[in-house]
């Protein structure tokens, strides 16, 4: 997996606020299915009604736990990614409408990943690209992507969790990105590791650990 997505998006003035606004939002998910039709080969149809549920939901969700960006920005900012992964994933809005095989190096290496799963693949990209764009933008870099994230063995546990259940995307985004995932309370801010050290350093007080992957 790449940043490919990074480059559509990463010249958009004020990303990160303008995403929050939902013809921005279908327009921008747009230009990722438009992506991975011509990068990978993969065409979807979109339920506009199933894509609108999924940012209501994600804007209601990110909207509540939105102070704990001031307590660390960076790491909030791909939790907020997580959680839009996580009803975009619920919600279901693509259905794979035809593949052509494509011969490039990134279709090629990715190949096996994205036929598993292309619509997880295609709301992943999404994530990890609008992430990117909005690194680039607020902090001049793009955090790295793990190996993991290309490994088929990864998106098969991927797939099977988020199935049981959709909380589950915001820690596996967080593994791909090499963050350190919570696989107790995913959707809560308030338990990420990386909040927790802000406001132990802040403020004092306990740390709660989450860190045990689930089965599969």
Same mark, same amino acid.
């Given at each position: 997996m790449d940043f490919l997505f990074r480059d559509e998006l990463v010249?958009?003035?004020?990303?990160?606020?303008?995403?929050?606004r939902l013809r921005w939002f279908r327009m921008a998910f747009r230009k990722n299915v438009a992506l991975i039709a011509g990068h990978y080969g993969?065409?979807?149809v979109i339920d506009e009604t199933k894509l609108t549920a999924a940012f209501l939901n994600w804007i209601e969700t990110v909207e509540q736990q939105k102070s704990f960006?001031?307590?660390?920005?960076k790491d909030f900012i791909i939790f907020a990614a997580g959680l839009v992964l996580k009803e975009l994933i619920a919600e279901a809005p693509a259905r794979v409408e035809g593949h052509t095989p494509q011969t490039n190096a990134d279709a090629t290496e990715m190949a096996d990943i994205i036929a598993f799963w292309p619509e997880?693949?295609?709301?992943?990209?999404?994530?990890?690209?609008?992430?990117?764009?909005?690194?680039? +933008?607020?902090?001049?870099?793009?955090? +790295?992507?793990?190996?993991?994230a290309n490994d088929?063995?990864?998106w098969w546990s991927y797939k099977e969790n988020v199935t049981e259940m959709p909380g589950y995307a915001v820690a596996f985004l967080d593994k791909f990105l090499g963050a350190e995932p919570n696989w107790v309370m995913p959707n809560l801010a308030s338990a990420r590791s990386a909040i927790q050290r802000a406001l132990i350093a802040s403020k004092g007080g306990s740390r709660l650990t989450a860190t045990t992957p689930p089965t599969g």
């Open positions: 010249n958009t003035p004020d990303l990160r606020h303008r995403l929050r993969y065409r979807f960006s001031r307590i660390d920005r997880g693949f295609l709301y992943t990209n999404f994530c990890v690209g609008t992430i990117a764009a909005i690194y680039e +933008q607020e902090f001049g870099t793009a955090p +790295q992507i793990a190996s993991c088929l063995r990864t």
